[in-house]
């Protein structure tokens, strides 16, 4: 079930790519962070509430510490991971930036082995390496399109948003343990990196206008960003409270693979499927089932 759920959150968040790019086209100046995250923190506390009355709790139902550890993990994904991947996109273009990104899983993997003290059995390990060769594939063939010039900085920062992402995803398994509850775990991540948007942009004195902007001229694809981000944190700590994170980080890796496919489907790419895309989206399917498989 676990490893189910954690291949749904690929998907909801591959669909929130593709609307969040299509909304990139009415919005120039506008990357959707405030809009989605407000989504984010409706939604998923809607959930939230909603649970809690279906299956009421006495009392408390875990460590306070599972709540700060929440609020980490939020910081890390949500806001730090993903302002560092725009910065990245920035500096050396969308598919460097994601393709440097995507090692993510790498950094979740070594959290999971020396922190919380994972093990990794059997084939497993053959189906973590298939999908770390597809993600190199897909790095190599990213890298080489964009031409050998590398802006440094860009690449550091790109860098820094797979450590954020990848150490995050880490950090939320640590957290169920202390608090169990995937539904508090996805509303509290949420409302951390809302509040570190709200407080960067205020000392940027840019929070009015934004909130103008989002206002005024509400865009629609965000709204449904903002649905399936919520629908993808919330599966995968729904995921991590059945599997260990280092199966569902490396399971999440088919993300950039579903956004291809979809955004050829949805917004009409140019992006050609092409043999080393062919080869890279089967290794990591390839390693994503067997993981489920031997796991």
Not at 203 to 209: S, V
Request: charged letters at 10%; proline letters at 2%.
């Amino acid at each position: 079930m676990g490893f189910l759920i954690a291949g749904l959150s690929a998907v909801f968040y591959s669909l929130s790519n593709v609307l969040m790019k299509k909304g990139m086209r009415h919005s120039a100046t506008d990357n959707g962070m405030l809009i989605t995250l407000c989504i984010n923190i409706c939604l998923l506390g809607s959930l939230l509430g909603i649970s809690r009355w279906l299956a009421p709790v006495n009392g408390n139902t875990g460590d306070e510490m599972g709540l700060w550890l929440f609020l980490a993990a939020g910081f890390l994904t949500a806001f730090l991971g993903r302002m560092m991947l725009f910065s990245g996109i920035r500096k050396i273009g969308s598919s460097r930036a994601a393709g440097i990104k995507n090692s993510a899983p790498i950094f979740t993997l070594l959290f999971a082995i020396f922190i919380l003290d994972e093990t990794i059995i059997g084939m497993t390990w053959l189906g973590i390496g298939l999908i770390f060769l597809g993600l190199f594939v897909q790095g190599y063939v990213l890298f080489k399109k964009e031409g050998n010039k590398v802006d440094q900085f860009g690449f550091l920062i790109s860098l820094g948003a797979a450590l954020g992402f990848g150490i995050g995803q880490g950090v939320r398994k640590q957290a169920l343990d202390y608090y169990p509850d995937p539904f508090a775990g996805a509303f509290f991540g949420a409302l951390a990196a809302l509040l570190s948007f709200v407080l960067i942009t205020a000392f940027k004195r840019e929070l009015l206008q934004t909130l103008k902007n989002n206002v005024t001229l509400p865009n629609r694809y965000y709204i449904l960003g903002g649905i399936f981000t919520s629908l993808a944190l919330l599966s995968f700590f729904i995921s991590i409270s059945f599997i260990q994170v280092a199966y569902a980080g490396a399971i999440l890796a088919i993300e950039p693979i579903v956004t291809i496919m979809l955004s050829k489907v949805m917004l009409g790419s140019e992006e050609k499927v092409t043999v080393p895309l062919l080869v890279c989206a089967c290794l990591i399917f390839l390693g994503a089932g067997m993981i489920s498989l031997t796991a």
